[in-house]
């Protein structure tokens, strides 16, 4: 993996009493090194890895927000630490509008992957570690918490440049539940959502099935292409890509790689040429996973109706050729229980 990062500015947000925040301001960027296009490659991994993203596109009633000092950068009448700046403080604004008293570093980089250049926003927190030195002294530095990365957003400047109508150039992490993140950092950003990654994740699974439903493939075959399908489409995921049609095509059938895209447009399933995913929603192409009355069971997708039955009538749950450590589990169980029943008797 090759980061190449062109603008780097880290300034840091500070939380004070009542809930005030104040911005500290870097009077320079960031020098860029080694260990710096590390840093921009973890956070890049970090954020390709957070599974619940939202896609946007900016508003044209809140282009003061930062689609207009974009535009003012990229034709050179703003400096790339004067964009910075005004971002820290249009997001402090925001923190204490939506009365979200968060502090951490601001980091505003500016990184080109592969093909596409990237404008990374997060608001990165830190977090102490400990070590023990060579004579035996306890020894502290303070890190930052890449790994509980919530506050952020990139925007993909090439597609912003090249295809703004399909209004999904700007990603957001949504964040944990019970948080308005989303709604935050869409006002921050000066955007509105667009694309909706679960929406059009349902569609793939649902037309995946269908196509599979009126298909001659055998159950061996067809587990194989669900399998093929969550793989590939994980795969983009992880890297920050989106799904291609036209790859997804060739997945489910190698042999005839525009099976797919015919069925879907012969069935009118608006199928887009390319999307955004969100791979949870496509779990269930490889594994069910339930719960309800005290009672959790998650399975190999392959395995129902086949290992795993559901008698409807009988309303049964019903699993043939329990695995080995699955039976042992549950002899120890039951052993466990029937001995303390003897004791207590």
């Known amino acids: 993996m090759s980061v190449d990062v062109l603008h780097l500015a880290i300034n840091f947000i500070q939380s004070q009493e009542n809930d005030q925040l104040k911005a500290h301001f870097r009077q320079e960027l960031v020098p860029v090194s080694a260990e710096v296009a590390h840093l921009i490659e973890q956070l890049h991994l970090a954020y390709n890895g957070k599974p619940a993203k939202g896609y946007a596109s900016f508003h044209e009633e809140q282009q003061s927000r930062l689609a207009e000092p974009l535009e003012r950068w990229q034709q050179q009448e ?21 009365q979200i008293p968060e502090s951490g570093y601001f980091v505003f980089c500016h990184y080109r992957y592969l093909a596409s250049e990237y404008l990374l926003v997060t608001l990165l927190g830190s977090k102490d570690h400990f070590s023990v030195t060579a004579d035996l002294q306890l020894s502290t530095d303070r890190h930052l918490d890449i790994a509980r990365m919530q506050l952020a957003a990139r925007l993909d400047l090439t597609e912003y440049k090249s295809n703004p109508e399909q209004q999904k150039y700007i990603s957001f992490i949504r964040g944990r539940a019970g948080r308005k993140v989303a709604d935050f950092f869409l006002d921050f950003l000066g955007c509105e959502e667009g694309i909706v990654a679960k929406d059009q994740s349902k569609m793939v699974l649902a037309s995946v099935e269908e196509y599979l439903a009126a298909s001659d493939y055998d159950a061996s075959e ?33 042999n005839d790689a525009r099976a797919f895209s015919h069925y879907c447009a012969e069935q009118n399933i608006a199928v887009p040429e390319q999307f955004p995913v969100d791979v949870k929603e496509l779990k269930t192409l490889v594994k069910f996973a339930g719960a309800g009355g005290g009672v959790s069971i998650s399975f190999e997708q392959k395995h129902l109706g086949e290992r795993v039955k559901y008698d409807m009538d009988r309303d049964l749950l ?28």
Do not use: M, W
């Open 78 to 98: 703003l400096s790339y630490l004067q964009l910075a700046e005004h971002a820290t403080q249009e997001l402090v604004l925001q923190l204490v509008q939506h």
């Open 222 to 254: 067809k587990t194989d292409v669900r399998k093929q399908v969550y793989q590939y489409c994980e795969e983009q995921a992880k890297a920050g890509l989106d799904v291609h049609l036209e790859e997804l095509s060739s997945t489910i059938d190698s």
């Open 318 to 345: 019903i699993i043939q050729g329990v695995p080995p450590n699955l039976k042992d589990q549950l002899q120890r169980f039951l052993k466990g229980f029937s001995s303390f029943d003897h004791k207590g008797g």
